[in-house]
Every structure is written in structure tokens, then in C-alpha cells.
């Protein structure tokens, strides 16, 4: 089993490397610092897990669900989230590296000071999320729901935001987190008002 897996390679040190998994439930696994090489996971659950630290390398994630598990300072590298669920888990100071996010739920997930570094997030939900002073290298934001987000301190400079929902963004008063992006003609309609600006048509 999965979860025997990590257990077995958390207390032995060992990385988990080139893993097949489908349908399997993993609960208050410990699995800090632990390494996972090549893991093919497939609709796994996961329940109150400790991946603090933890590292995907060329890892593929296809609709699995995360469920009050923390991934604070882990590192993500060419590695793909497919339809994923990861709703209130925690991933500050999380390192995304060549990854992608393609579609999945992120709400209310808290991925403050991290980092994503030529990657992808296609498709995904990360309505009222933390991404508080998080830096964005060279990634791309395509269809993103970015609703009630909280991206104080995180400049978006650069990123074609006209496909995504950025409606109830938190952002500074002088809306300098959007300086240099792309927007719509509807999107910077709405920002206006929040300059207590009339929009006449």
C-alpha cells in the first residue's frame, strides 16, 4: 500500500522512487522531507499529511485530493497537478519549478511567499487563496479563477490576465500588484471603481 510505503521510506531516509499508485487513501502519513522520484499517483487521497519540505520530482498527479495536509517549503519540479484538489492545504514558502497546475480546486489554499518558476496554471481555481508576496518567473496564467484572491505584495507584471476571473482580487490601494499586466477592457472596468471612479457609457 501507499501509505506503507511513505511510512517505510520516512523512517528508513529512503527517496520514494518510480511509484505506480490508483485508488489509494493515505491518513496522517509523515512524510517531511521525504523525496518523491517519478511517482505516478493516480485518484489517491490524502488525509491530515505532513509533506513540509517534501520534493516531486518529474511526478505526475492526476485527480488526486489533498485534505488539511501541509506543503509548506516543498519543491516542485517538472512535475504536472492534473484536476487536482488541494482546498485550505497550506503551501508557503513552496518552490514550483517547470510544474504545471492544469484545472483542480485550490480554494482558500495559502501559498504565501512562494515561488512559481516557469511553470503553468491552466484551467485552475484558486478563488480566495492566499498568494501573498509570491513571485511569478516566467509563468503563465491562462484561465485561472483568481476570485477574492489575496495577492498583496505580489506583482503580476508581465501576465496576460484577460482570460481570468480576478473579480474581489485584494490588492493595495493603488493597485500596484497590476502594474505591467494585460487586462480586459471589462476587467479594467471593474478595477476603476474600486478608484471610486464613475465608469460612463
Given at each position: 500500500m501507499l501509505e506503507d510505503i511513505i511510512t517505510n521510506a520516512y523512517n528508513d531516509e529512503e527517496p520514494v522512487n518510480d511509484i505506480?499508485?490508483?485508488?489509494?487513501?493515505?491518513?496522517?502519513?509523515?512524510?517531511?522531507r521525504l523525496d518523491f522520484n517519478r511517482a505516478h499517483l493516480?485518484?489517491?487521497?490524502?488525509e491530515n499529511c505532513d509533506l513540509t519540505g517534501a520534493s516531486f520530482l518529474n511526478c505526475t498527479l492526476t485527480r488526486c485530493t489533498f485534505v488539511e495536509c501541509n506543503f509548506s517549503g516543498a519543491y516542485f519540479r517538472?512535475?504536472?497537478?492534473?484536476?487536482?484538489?488541494?482546498?485550505?492545504?497550506?503551501?508557503?514558502k513552496a518552490l514550483f519549478r517547470k510544474t504545471q497546475l492544469r484545472g483542480?480546486?485550490?480554494?482558500?489554499?495559502?501559498?504565501?511567499?512562494?515561488?512559481?518558476?516557469?511553470?503553468?496554471?491552466?484551467?485552475?481555481?484558486?478563488?480566495?487563496?492566499?498568494?501573498?508576496?509570491?513571485k511569478l518567473k516566467k509563468t503563465?496564467?491562462?484561465?485561472?479563477?483568481?476570485?477574492?484572491?489575496?495577492?498583496?505584495?505580489t506583482p503580476l507584471k508581465g501576465l496576460d490576465l484577460s482570460e481570468c476571473n480576478i473579480g474581489g482580487m485584494l490588492l493595495s490601494e493603488d493597485l500596484?500588484?497590476?502594474k505591467g499586466s494585460k487586462i480586459s477592457t471589462m476587467q479594467a472596468a471593474e478595477l476603476i471603481r474600486l478608484l471610486d471612479i464613475e465608469v460612463v457609457i
Open positions: 505506480h499508485a490508483e485508488d489509494e487513501h493515505v491518513i496522517y502519513a509523515h512524510a517531511e493516480t485518484d489517491c487521497r490524502f517538472d512535475t504536472v497537478l492534473e484536476d487536482c484538489s488541494a482546498s485550505g492545504c497550506g503551501f508557503t483542480g480546486f485550490y480554494r482558500y489554499a495559502n501559498f504565501s511567499d512562494s515561488v512559481f518558476e516557469s511553470s503553468l496554471l491552466k484551467d485552475v481555481s484558486l478563488a480566495e487563496s492566499a498568494l501573498i508576496q509570491v503563465e496564467l491562462i484561465s485561472a479563477d483568481l476570485s477574492k484572491c489575496d495577492i498583496l505584495g500596484r500588484e497590476l
